[in-house]
């Protein structure tokens, strides 16, 4: 079946068999394996993309069912700005481990920052419950998107600032180390 | 020694203590991370694999022609077809034997019977539904207790001698002295319970390309593997490869907790297709094939008991266990004990008395018994211990607190002599616990829960201990093997002329954060700023032999080597700055990142300098060059501990809890990333919260997996998921180069027991004392139900 399809801002016009996943679409046709599988029951969530900007997870969606789509994937996060605030949120916040729920993890977020600009910790859990992380126990994903949010809302000094901390010591030991 | 541990460098050099966000999340967070499946190659071909529906059943034919027949299907691979190259079986880590493809028997639900290779994904599934198998089926045991009865049907009638469905009977401790210690004791507390099977389920399931040249001979094989190198030696055994022609490339893994450590048949059997068509190919699981037939854990029937003098004091214990191995034998860990390192049940408490009997029984079940998160079977040990002394603190009625505290071994007792062997390096066991006390606000929590009780609530406060001790960082050369290969790892540190470096690991990270934390170890040693250090894994290749990562052991083992490493050319370093400052080596001091004359602090030179001129201006008779690798052979484990306090409300009308508070306080010996060190626990607290609520695989009578898939296996999502609250002591590792122990495990080893036990302690005054894993609220309402008749 002819379908046309944008995907991170470039028109895609193909032909694909009825029941091509638009998972694997968009890993093997277009090479953007940014979007993973790590499931048969739409329950992990890994392959998440945005289909008109809302999370759909794309392991249970046909390709020809994005026709006439715009896809957003992780690869299309990163703009001539450079990284998107959720990206940074992540790797500052370190909210992310292995990197497998990450992609999908991270678009969730920034559907829900747009959303909702001011997410709280329970809405932000909620949100995410679609999505699957084996390694982190959610912890710091949650606040990666709240610092995404406020970063976003242009208050990031109200939370978790997003400059370079490379070097700086964990700001979140509350340890009482004796 | 317990101390707080400033960063002794500079953020610039940023060295142990800092926490630097991660080199590796560049690409994570831009969908550039290059996984197993990502792999493509000219002319690649995709193998699925035919599975076995039925979990006990002679194969009486199998036909493949309509399957041969379909366009795009290359070839179709049976087990008759691999015997003949003699494949169809392979040895497992525990000795033992697995069956590639099934040619005799299959033995579980999901067993590999024959695989297709086809142009694309979809074809090769398609034809795996047009494979004709016919099956006898036979009696179906799913129970290792009726499977170890005399007259129970035989699962193994392949091997040799084997007459029953025992795999093993392993015994540690001294049953004399116990059974004395039993004799003189004023009070036995026992406990029997079941640690559930679970399965370590990844995101990223288990998967390879084997793409071997047919010119050459050349084998080059990516896949998810957690010990790429100890995999290459058992190709090179079970396959005949010459193993200078085998290159196992593990790229980015996406998780691994156990699951990616042992080799599974689907790796053999697209290595061998690869070989004999001349195209690479491409296997993946699906997540049912992940949950169905890879590694599980657990699965351990345990009847523990505690010989107690009736102040509490602990004289001695007694274990009892069947585990439940599946159809074959491949608990993937590497030591002489059959139930791996179990007899660390003695837990954190000073007793001279300890007697563990372990049998192990086939069942018709997938095989497994990986390492979960978890030092081989210290999970199950550290569960039994800290809910024994629940048990024995309600049987006592002496506050769980008190009961641990007085049991405690004490700081000066260190090294301490376990009564089943094992030598603990260092703890401060009752200031962990009362920092975690502290933490949890302890006293007013059970102040709450009196009154609670007191009003009549029905919805009733618990408060769950567990200081749990544990035992990693395999090993020392005596006591671990893998097929014979010693348990070491190494490290090759090069410093390029302008003083940036590259590290290559014999371990390999599947999120951890080697990039990171490697680079900072070095940083220490040799004052070349983290940031300019690139860390090479998993490429057996290009990287020095190794035996992985799992059992928490690539700090203790490999962060050691890297330690070492650093100090060789820190070594050399001093011999070159004493050529460039025209001064003696003994003249000299250091300092992170420079050497300078002992007393003249401004005539030095920095490391950068040194690392140029060991290109440009050596000392004659000098090897040039700055580089050097280092394999080290751990002196003794390490023994990472803790004390985690959960506080759980537990609705009486309807068996439902939640967690209200976590404390977890770990002691993990310095700590290199901190940041990485608490990510480290917040994913442990998960999984342990995980196995103690929802997650878990049974089967039913007849044999079939009830969990083949995440809509029966439950993981936790962010919504169920606790809130954690960490602490940290700082115990260090006195035989560790720095001091590390090694941390990934910890808190899925220590948790499930606090989150259990708290259960148990808002129920104790109804009279429950036991409820097994997971805490399912049906399993609540009827304790409390039975509790009350």
């Known amino acids: 079946m002819e379908i046309t399809m944008t995907v991170n801002g470039v028109a895609h016009k193909d032909d694909v068999e009825p029941r091509v996943l638009l998972a694997d679409y968009l890993r093997t046709r277009l090479g953007l394996t940014g979007t993973h599988i790590g499931c048969d029951?739409?329950?992990?969530?890994?392959?998440?993309?945005?289909?008109?900007?809302?999370?759909?997870?794309?392991?249970?969606?046909?390709?020809?069912?994005?026709?006439?789509?715009?896809?957003?994937?992780?690869?299309?996060?990163?703009?001539?700005?450079?990284?998107?605030?959720?990206?940074?949120?992540?790797?500052?916040?370190?909210?992310?481990?292995?990197?497998?729920?990450?992609?999908?993890?991270?678009?969730?977020?920034?559907?829900?920052?747009?959303?909702?600009?001011?997410?709280?910790?329970?809405?932000?859990?909620?949100?995410?419950?679609?999505?699957?992380?084996?390694?982190?126990?959610?912890?710091?994903?949650?606040k990666a998107i709240r610092a995404a949010a406020a970063e976003s809302r242009g208050t990031a000094d109200e939370g978790p600032a997003l400059v370079d901390l490379t070097n700086e010591p964990s700001p979140t030991v509350s340890a009482p180390v004796g | 020694?317990?101390?707080?541990?400033?960063?002794?460098?500079?953020?610039?050099?940023?060295?142990?203590?800092?926490?630097?966000?991660?080199?590796?999340?560049?690409?994570?967070?831009?969908?550039?991370?290059?996984?197993?499946?990502?792999?493509?190659?000219?002319?690649?071909?995709?193998?699925?694999?035919?599975?076995?529906?039925?979990?006990?059943?002679?194969?009486?034919?199998?036909?493949?022609?309509?399957?041969?027949?379909?366009?795009?299907?290359?070839?179709?691979?049976?087990?008759?077809?691999?015997?003949?190259?003699?494949?169809?079986?392979?040895?497992?880590?525990?000795?033992?034997?697995?069956?590639?493809?099934?040619?005799?028997?299959?033995?579980?639900?999901?067993?590999?019977?024959?695989?297709?290779?086809?142009?694309?994904?979809?074809?090769?599934?398609?034809?795996?539904?047009?494979?004709?198998?016919?099956?006898?089926?036979?009696?179906?045991?799913?129970?290792?207790?009726?499977?170890?009865e005399p007259d129970a049907v035989l699962i193994r009638d392949d091997k040799e001698g084997q007459t029953d469905n025992q795999c093993y009977h392993w015994e540690s401790g001294d049953k004399g002295t116990t059974d004395r210690a039993f004799a003189e004791a004023d009070r036995v507390v026992t406990l029997d319970t079941?640690?559930?099977?679970?399965?370590?389920?990844?995101?990223?399931?288990?998967?390879?390309?084997?793409?071997?040249?047919?010119?050459?001979?050349?084998?080059?094989?990516?896949?998810?593997?957690?010990?790429?190198?100890?995999?290459?030696?058992?190709?090179?055994?079970?396959?005949?490869?010459?193993?200078?022609?085998?290159?196992?490339i593990s790229p980015d893994i996406g998780g691994g907790f156990g699951n990616k450590v042992p080799v599974y048949p689907g790796y053999v059997v697209a290595t061998a297709a690869s070989l004999l068509l001349g195209h690479p190919v491409k296997w993946v699981e699906s997540r049912s094939e992940n949950l169905i037939s890879t590694g599980f854990a657990r699965d351990y029937h345990m009847h523990g008991e505690l010989a107690l003098r009736g102040d509490g004091r602990i004289l001695g214990l007694r274990v009892n266990l069947i585990s439940d191995n599946g159809a074959f034998f491949s608990d993937a860990q590497p030591t002489k004990f059959k139930a791996g390192l179990f007899h660390i049940v003695t837990g954190s408490y000073d007793y001279t008395a300890a007697h563990v009997v372990a049998d192990g029984a086939y069942t018709n079940k997938a095989p497994g018994g990986v390492a979960y998160r978890c030092s081989?079977?210290?999970?199950?040990?550290?569960?039994?211990?800290?809910?024994?002394?629940?048990?024995?603190?309600?049987?006592?009625?002496?506050?769980?607190?008190?009961?641990?505290?007085?049991?405690?071994?004490?700081?000066?007792?260190?090294?301490?002599?376990?009564?089943?062997?094992?030598?603990?390096?260092?703890?401060?066991?009752?200031?962990?616990?009362?920092?975690?006390?502290?933490?949890?606000?302890?006293?007013?929590?059970?102040?709450?829960?009196?009154?609670?009780?007191?009003?009549?609530?029905?919805?009733?406060?618990?408060?769950?201990?567990?200081?749990?001790?544990?035992?990693?960082?395999?090993?020392?050369?005596?006591?671990?093997?893998?097929?014979g290969l010693k348990m070491f790892d190494s490290a090759e540190l090069r410093v390029h002329p302008t003083g940036k470096a590259i590290l290559k690991l014999g371990v390999k990270s599947q999120g951890q954060g080697h990039e990171t934390t490697y680079p900072q170890i070095v940083a220490e040693e040799l004052g070349i700023p983290a940031s300019h250090i690139r860390v090479e894994e998993g490429d057996t290749d290009t990287t020095p032999y190794g035996l992985g990562t799992y059992a928490s052991r690539s700090t203790p083992v490999a962060g050691a080597a890297t330690a070492m490493v650093a100090r060789k050319l820190r070594e050399k370093g001093r011999k070159i700055a004493a050529h460039l400052l025209e001064a003696s080596e003994e003249d000299l001091d250091w300092e992170p990142g420079r050497f300078f004359v002992k007393g003249a602090k401004e005539r030095g030179v920095t490391i950068q300098d040194v690392a140029f001129a060991a290109y440009t201006n050596f000392p004659e008779g000098m090897e040039p060059g700055f580089e050097g690798v280092h394999y080290y052979d751990p002196p003794n484990m390490t023994y990472p501990f803790g004390s985690y306090v959960a506080v759980v409300e537990v609705d009486t009308g309807t068996g439902k809890w939640r967690v209200r508070r976590m404390v977890a306080v770990d002691d993990c010996g310095v700590r290199i990333n901190p940041m990485i060190v608490e990510g480290q626990i917040h994913g442990g607290l998960a999984e342990g919260f995980a196995m103690s609520n929802m997650q878990f695989i049974t089967f039913d009578d007849s044999g079939n997996c009830i969990g083949s898939n995440f809509m029966d296996y439950l993981i936790p999502t962010a919504y169920e998921t606790p809130r954690f609250e960490l602490g940290a002591t700082v115990t260090p590792s006195p035989h560790h180069p720095i001091g590390a122990k090694g941390v990934g495990e910890s808190a899925t080893v220590g948790s499930p027991a606090a989150y259990v036990n708290a259960v148990i302690d808002a129920l104790s005054h109804l009279g429950v004392r036991n409820i097994d894993m997971p805490v399912l609220p049906h399993r609540v309402w009827q304790a409390i139900q039975e509790a009350k008749h």
């Open chain 2, 194 to 248: 079941h640690y559930p099977r679970s399965h370590p389920a990844p995101l990223e399931t288990c998967g390879c390309v084997a793409d071997i040249d047919p010119a050459t001979g050349h084998a080059n094989i990516y896949m998810t593997s957690q010990a790429p190198h100890a995999h290459r030696t058992v190709f090179a055994l079970v396959a005949g490869l010459p193993e200078e022609k085998i290159r196992i």
């Open chain 1, 41 to 142: 029951t739409t329950s992990c969530g890994v392959c998440t993309v945005l289909m008109d900007g809302t999370p759909v997870k794309s392991c249970t969606v046909f390709a020809v069912q994005a026709d006439d789509t715009e896809i957003t994937t992780v690869e299309g996060l990163k703009s001539a700005d450079g990284l998107h605030p959720i990206q940074k949120a992540f790797k500052q916040e370190h909210g992310l481990q292995c990197g497998f729920c990450t992609p999908a993890m991270m678009l969730v977020g920034k559907a829900l920052i747009e959303q909702n600009p001011d997410p709280d910790e329970d809405e932000v859990r909620w949100a995410i419950s679609g999505n699957l992380c084996r390694c982190t126990g959610y912890v710091n994903i949650v």
């Open chain 2, 1 to 148: 020694m317990t101390t707080t541990e400033q960063p002794r460098t500079s953020p610039e050099i940023c060295g142990l203590g800092h926490s630097p966000r991660r080199i590796e999340d560049d690409r994570f967070i831009q969908g550039a991370g290059h996984y197993v499946d990502d792999i493509v190659l000219p002319g690649m071909l995709h193998m699925a694999i035919l599975r076995s529906p039925v979990p006990h059943a002679r194969i009486v034919s199998i036909d493949t022609s309509e399957a041969t027949a379909l366009p795009g299907v290359v070839a179709v691979v049976t087990g008759e077809l691999m015997a003949q190259h003699n494949l169809a079986w392979m040895p497992t880590m525990s000795g033992d034997t697995q069956a590639v493809l099934a040619t005799d028997k299959v033995r579980f639900q999901g067993q590999e019977v024959a695989a297709v290779i086809a142009d694309t994904v979809y074809t090769a599934w398609d034809a795996l539904e047009l494979i004709d198998v016919d099956y006898e089926e036979l009696p179906v045991l799913v129970d290792p207790r009726k499977s170890l």
């Open chain 2, 376 to 483: 081989f079977r210290v999970t199950e040990a550290s569960y039994l211990i800290e809910r024994l002394m629940e048990s024995a603190a309600l049987e006592l009625d002496i506050d769980p607190a008190e009961l641990r505290r007085r049991n405690f071994i004490k700081s000066e007792q260190f090294p301490y002599a376990s009564p089943t062997g094992f030598v603990y390096d260092s703890g401060e066991y009752e200031r962990a616990l009362d920092v975690a006390l502290d933490q949890v606000g302890y006293d007013d929590l059970r102040r709450e829960q009196r009154e609670r009780r007191d009003r009549g609530d029905e919805t009733l406060l618990g408060i769950g201990i567990a200081s749990f001790t544990e035992v990693v960082g395999a090993g020392n050369s005596r006591d671990f093997d893998i097929l």
